[in-house]
């Protein structure tokens, strides 16, 4: 897969026209800033696309990445056990980023997703009781949270599948997208980065953007 | 036979949602339509737990548990009734080495008989299958053997000042959870109820549609009763014969 160094150096030869001179003016940087906003808008549309075709659950799979490896910790102030998240989230309407918590051999037994505020209600619910296999979580920024995981389970291990933002990812990380995608995300990142030129009707001496 | 983590399955199935954000809302509709439609609203039981504090004196609340009417812990072999306080904090931060802090004070108690007059009767239970039939504890208000408090967030209760060896709850069990099990035939009663009360609150889904798992739900209900009211061919002839008599024909 391309990785996010790859695409802004194609990006940066291409708007200098095939050939890299010596005092390119667009810094890599700024491209890896363009990368990051523009990817992460392509992936929140795209998704979003493909669950209005379906419905909340039909995310394609191309989209999601599973992280088999991810820490539980302890959250002594307030006393809860919580994980961080891999990956930065892109926005989706109801979490819908944030696809299954499990650990890391049990898939057969996904752990229900709740709301951030609702353990009041699901304390008063039969459904909310803590089950031994199963612990729901509820998602805050970019940390999990779980109501009824016992702190001595701090320290292992679980999986999230979540679909991954491009913000936050390394120079030499691929570049969470499916391979028909690049294409579009790097014709979007180069449109972004163009030197502004005034059309011909507006053509003044000032100005030495005119062609 | 099959439970309601299976209905709750199918629902999801029917529902094309792999994901596991629906499955305590789709659970408790199913608890909902077991406890309404298949139990016929049944009494909650009063069921006894014996269960063992862990390090640092927390026991998790059984699933089924609606509320709890007395705990007790053995001392010396004989139960002594524990006292409710709100205001001790529940043991659950660490420390940098990852070791539990002890807020709440886990001393062994001294009790004796002194001021334990009042008796209180338990209800009857079983314990690994044997019958308890007759079971009473001491204790009571300011406690020499000891406290617990409730901590409904994490369903669990905190005890100090017990030994750590058993404790027993009585509590009032709704007698049902993910687990609870029904039969075959009743699998598409609590499935369309699911699919009716999530309809039912559905602000996108048609009137139309509405209607039709509405017909659906109560059909398979009807369905259900039916079949389990029928008459088997015994009962049919015992009714034939209950009206026959070897006497005279007239």
């Given amino acids: ?211 | 036979m099959k439970n309601l983590n299976n209905v709750v399955a199918l629902v999801a199935m029917d529902r094309e949602d792999d994901s596991a954000s629906g499955y305590q809302r789709y659970l408790q509709y199913a608890i909902h339509s077991y406890k309404n439609d298949l139990q016929f609203r049944i009494n909650p039981a009063v069921e006894v737990l014996y269960a063992t504090p862990n390090d640092v004196g927390i026991v998790p609340m059984p699933v089924d548990m609606e509320k709890y009417t007395k705990i007790a812990v053995l001392i010396l072999g004989e139960y002594y009734t524990l006292t409710f306080n709100p205001d001790m904090p529940i043991n659950n931060r660490l420390d940098s080495c990852g070791d539990p802090i002890l807020d709440t004070n886990n001393g062994t108690c001294t009790c004796n008989d002194d001021g334990y007059a009042t008796l209180y009767p338990w209800a009857s239970h079983w314990r690994a299958g044997n019958y308890v039939g007759e079971m009473y504890s001491k204790g009571g208000g300011i406690n020499k053997a000891g406290y617990y408090n409730v901590d409904y967030k994490n369903r669990q209760f905190q005890f100090s000042s017990v030994p750590f060896s058993e404790v027993v709850i009585e509590y009032i069990s709704n007698k049902v959870s993910a687990q609870s099990v029904i039969d075959d035939a009743a699998v598409d009663v609590v499935r369309y109820a699911v699919h009716y009360q999530l309809a039912l609150f559905d602000k996108k889904m048609t009137q139309a549609d509405k209607e039709r798992l509405q017909r659906q739900y109560l059909q398979s209900a009807y369905d259900y009763r039916v079949m389990k009211t029928l008459l088997t061919p015994d009962e049919f002839m015992d009714i034939i014969y209950r009206s026959s008599s070897s006497g005279v024909k007239r």
Avoid at chain 1, 16 to 29: E, F, L, P, T, V
Wanted: a neutral charge.
């Fill in chain 1, 1 to 211: 897969m391309l990785t996010k160094k790859a695409m802004a150096e194609t990006i940066q030869l291409q708007l200098s026209g095939g050939r890299m001179q010596a005092g390119n003016h667009i810094d890599i940087r700024d491209v890896y800033n363009v990368i990051d906003m523009v990817g992460d808008t392509l992936i929140a549309n795209e998704v979003l696309q493909s669950m209005r075709e379906s419905n909340v659950a039909g995310v394609d799979s191309d989209w999601i990445k599973t992280y088999d490896n991810v820490l539980l910790r302890y959250d002594e102030r307030r006393g809860i056990v919580y994980l961080k998240l891999p990956s930065r989230r892109v926005s989706l309407p109801k979490d819908a980023d944030l696809r299954s918590v499990c650990w890391s051999q049990g898939d057969n037994v996904l752990w229900p997703k709740e709301t951030p505020g609702s353990a009041w209600m699901w304390s008063q619910l039969e459904a909310g009781a803590s089950q031994s296999n199963m612990f729901p979580w509820y998602p805050e920024g970019d940390q999990l949270y779980f109501r009824t995981m016992p702190k001595a389970f701090t320290g292992k291990k679980v999986m999230v599948r979540m679909v991954p933002a491009v913000t936050g990812l390394a120079e030499s990380d691929p570049l969470p997208i499916p391979a028909q995608f690049t294409t579009v995300l790097m014709e979007k990142v180069s449109a972004f980065l163009r030197p502004q030129t005034a059309p011909a009707k507006m053509t003044n001496d000032q100005n030495p953007n005119t062609k």
